[in-house]
């Protein structure tokens, strides 16, 4: 099977889910946290658990849920608990290994943006807010992020400090980035198949710094695309059903 | 205390009044929508609505113009982008304007926990470094731990004067039993004055397992059966999330005229939560 035509987020979803090893226990955020943990969990990791902020413990979804909170995550799960033991006694009392990010801008430290875009007061745009991100980078042994790259998302000053993140990688569509040992500013180390450095640069808001030697990620391989489109076939078909309720009177 | 079975629509005229601090709870699981839109029906205002997650049913009453105040810790449409009427309140101040009052999720769960505690604050490690912190600060503080002198963050309780949960079921005794994903509604219902719940059925003896999640009915002010009560969200066990939904209201609620439009179509001009689900098209 051939893997040349992946897609830049399916390469950013791959690179994502190869930096989580077995046997982690792994809060997750959804959208793409989630799509990279679940691809993560079918391929090298079939022991990785997976705690959504919801209450669920070591869920396995066949499908990939669109809220935080399905009933597929509650139905696949060892354990269902109250949302304020997920944050007190899982997270904050250090029992997670993972936390995994996104956001809608991020500094050089990898601080996140999520609340507005514009002064807090008078915002130009109101973003959905905090939900449970600056206590997953706080008390997370490791904090992972991944975003798009565009010059307007990745800013020399955020707009608003969400959470304030010093995470081990950011992973975008175009490379990685991981932080600087002395300065801890976040700096390319990783480029994509066919990606320059100078693409990178262009597409980020504050001036770059890049590794000394740069690495080029594996394209995805056969087995993780093939997994990953399944995962979102199957996913597109489950959300595009309608529910119809059987009233009893 | 003894337990009334009521309308849906008698629930809230008795226990839902303007001005009053309310909490509809659950976390994307067993969100009380039809009790949202009875309220929308019987034009409540100036409502403070408590909500970790505003979600679908805070845009509809925010945009009905129910709410001057809101108190949450992430409000988007979960997996598909923003939710454009609570967008509207705070960027536009359409269709008046809303003070809000703005927590992280674990800030939220301990507002909640020490309100259903009967203590005046709660304490947490986070806010550190935070917006949040900075915005806030009547509502977040930094204090000394008396014994170790760590700094931890007190956030006041939270104490609604209403909190309206879906459950599953009621016995005909007035005890509630929510199975599930039950994220903080367990810390609402113990912190609010009156509970207030809608229920898919009301059965003769609850079959709950020795540590369920039951509420007892000395705690429910008032029970009202409400098929299908969290539709569009969901009860487990009975009916599954609306993914398609929440994804088509995302272009229902963009513009003010199309959300109007369909407020009126489906909410005000429907009688009660079955005429809703038929108008929608989704009840069989």
Known sequence: MTTSAHTPDEMMTVAAARRLRNGAVCFVGIGLPSAACNLARITHAPDLVLIYESGTVGARPTVLPLSIGDGELAETARSVIPLPEIFTHYLQRGRVDIGFLGAAQVDRFGNLNSTVIGPYSQPTVRLPGAGGAPEIAAHAREVLVVMKQSARSFVEQLDFCTTQARPSALITDLGVFEPEATTRELSLVAVFEGVTADAVIAACGWPLRVADRLATVAPPTGEELGILRDLHARTRDAHAERVRIRLPF | ?284
């Open chain 2, 1 to 284: 205390m003894t337990t009334a079975f009521l309308s849906l629509r008698d629930a809230m005229a008795t226990h839902v009044h303007d001005g009053m601090t309310v909490a509809l709870e659950g976390f994307t699981h067993l969100i009380p929508f039809a009790a949202g839109h009875e309220l929308i029906r019987q034009q409540r205002r100036g409502l403070t609505l408590v909500r970790m997650t505003p979600d679908l049913i805070y845009d509809q009453m925010i945009g009905m113009g129910c709410a001057t105040s809101l108190v949450f810790s992430w409000g988007g449409n979960p997996g598909v982008g923003s939710l454009h009427r609570l967008r509207d309140a705070i960027e536009n101040q359409w269709p008046n304007a809303i003070t809000i009052d703005e927590h992280s999720h674990a800030g939220m769960a301990v507002r909640y926990s020490a309100g259903a505690s009967g203590l005046p604050f709660g304490i947490l490690k986070g806010y550190t470094g935070t917006g949040l912190a900075v915005e806030n600060r009547a509502h977040v503080m930094t204090i000394p731990c008396p014994f170790t002198g760590e700094d931890v963050t007190a956030l006041p309780a939270l104490t609604p004067d209403v909190t309206i949960l879906h459950a599953q079921q009621a016995d005909v005794a007035g005890n509630v039993l929510l199975r599930g994903i039950v994220g903080a509604s367990r810390e609402a219902a113990m912190a609010a004055t009156r509970l207030v719940v809608t229920v898919e059925e009301v059965v003769e003896e609850l079959a709950a397992p020795m540590n369920a999640f039951v509420i007892p009915s000395w705690q429910v002010h008032a029970i009202a059966e409400v098929p299908g009560g969290a539709y569009p969200s969901y009860a487990l066990g009975f009916y599954s999330r609306d993914n398609a939904f929440y994804q088509a209201w995302d272009d229902i609620a963009r513009t003010r005229p199309e959300f109007q439009a369909w407020m009126e179509r489906h909410v005000l001009s429907t009688t009660d939560h079955t005429e809703f689900l038929r108008s929608v098209g989704a009840a069989e």
